[in-house]
């Protein structure tokens, strides 16, 4: 990814990282609270705790995500960090990160119960692996 200049190297920064930890955090409650109202809305919200979880490894190891799809590049980078054990989670951040765009740019109201809590549960198994390889 370095050498495809979708991601910088930058001094290491666990202060961004915990702050993207608590984002993430606190868009985990968000979420689970939106899902008795508006399940596009918690599967987005979830999707950006994932997201911040994903940062947050990025900005510990030294990294910042950089030009076009940056998403994208946050979910691969998840990939070969958090490798083999969670890749069933990557891919449903993968997954998450196309139904977010569908439901914000294409067509409200296409996201089931299910699809909104299947996305909390990945946001707070990313955040738990994310936690543990920082060791927070």
């Keep these: 990814m370095l050498s ?3 991601l910088k190297k930058i001094t290491p920064d666990p202060k961004q990282a915990k702050e993207c930890l608590a984002a993430a955090e606190r868009d985990i409650k968000a979420a689970k609270a939106m899902l008795e109202t508006d399940c596009d809305w918690a599967l987005s919200i979830a999707y950006n705790a994932a997201l911040q979880s994903a940062r947050a490894l990025m900005f510990y190891d030294g990294y910042r995500a950089a030009g076009e799809e940056q998403h994208k590049t946050a979910v691969d980078y998840a990939d070969v960090k958090l490798g083999a054990k969670m890749r ?4 449903s951040f993968g997954r998450m990160r196309q139904k977010r765009h569908k439901a914000i740019y294409d067509k409200a109201g296409e996201i089931s119960r299910y699809e909104a809590e299947h996305a909390i549960s990945t946001a707070e198994e990313f955040l738990k ?3 543990e390889k920082v060791g927070k």
């Design 129 to 131: 692996k994310v936690k």
């Design 88 to 91: 069933d989670a990557v891919d």
């Design 4 to 6: 495809e200049e979708r």
